[in-house]
């Protein structure tokens, strides 16, 4: 009976409805984003989590369209490889190249629905199952470094913390994905413009597809734009 009763209250303690945070308390977590996101000092630590979550992308739809993912690799300098194997064409190579940049602020929209849904355990909860799938096909020692730490503050604040502190880690963790998807595809575009990145996803969506890579990068912008738009809406209650 024990056992039955702690099995119901863990279900209800994740899939359950949290109270909503105040209104004050979303905009902090906003700007406190914001602030992580704009100063490149910060910014060049920060993107590593944007980098695990552009990498994830690109392995997870790897998965989902039947490639086979050997490796993930992150670097010091915010860099990442997505390896897989499969057919090196096809709608599944498309798909896969171009989860990468989309994949930051898709993940900060779908968060956003969960917390205006009142599910900010839920939230937690599953980027920590995420970050644990992750974790089994990184292939070097930084890589691994980042997501166990990334890992582990999800699940200590949502184990070990107030309703309060959960929410306010979830918000500022859902504006960051949002606010940090915008600034890669324009960083992208940077180095583009510099005659930098030559082998960018853009430019391998572009030898896929035969469409200019600045088609790819419109699609980068629009995606993440349009998420922070959205998501923001849904965060704000408007």
Same mark, same amino acid.
Not at 53 to 72: Q, S, Y
């Given at each position: 009976m024990a056992s039955t009763q702690s099995a119901a209250d863990l279900w209800d303690r994740v899939f359950g409805n949290q109270p909503a945070p105040d209104?004050?308390?979303?905009?902090? %977590? !906003?700007?406190?984003?914001?602030?992580?996101?704009?100063?490149?000092?910060?910014?060049? +630590?920060?993107?590593? *989590?944007?980098?695990?979550?552009?990498?994830?992308?690109?392995?997870?739809?790897?998965?989902? %369209? !039947?490639?086979?993912?050997?490796?993930?690799?992150?670097?010091?300098?915010?860099?990442? +490889?997505?390896?897989? *194997?499969?057919?090196?064409?096809g709608l599944g190579m498309i798909l896969t190249a171009a989860a990468g940049y989309t994949a930051p602020p898709l993940l900060g929209l779908g968060g956003a629905w969960l917390l205006a849904a009142h599910h900010i355990t839920l939230l937690l909860w599953l980027a920590t199952a995420l970050l644990i799938a992750m974790l089994v096909m990184i292939r070097n020692v930084y890589g691994a470094l980042t997501v166990i730490v990334t890992g582990a503050a999800f699940l200590l604040v949502s184990w070990l913390t107030e309703p309060g502190v959960q929410a306010a880690f979830a918000y500022a963790a859902v504006w960051f994905l949002l606010l940090g998807g915008v600034r890669p595809a324009f960083e992208l575009q940077s180095k583009r413009r510099h005659g930098g990145a030559p082998d960018s996803d853009a430019d391998q969506l572009s030898r896929l597809t035969h469409v200019p890579p600045a088609m790819w990068l419109f699609l980068f912008h629009a995606v993440s734009l349009c998420s922070l738009i959205g998501g923001g809406r849904w965060l704000l209650g408007l």
């Open positions: 209104e004050w308390l979303v905009i902090a %977590t !906003g700007l406190v984003a914001l602030a992580v996101v704009v100063p490149h000092p910060i910014w060049r +630590l920060s993107r590593n *989590a944007v980098t695990i979550a552009h990498e994830g992308g690109h392995g997870l739809v790897a998965l989902l %369209t !039947g490639r086979r993912l050997d490796g993930i690799r992150l670097h010091s300098d915010t860099s990442g +490889l997505t390896v897989s *194997a499969g057919k090196p064409t």
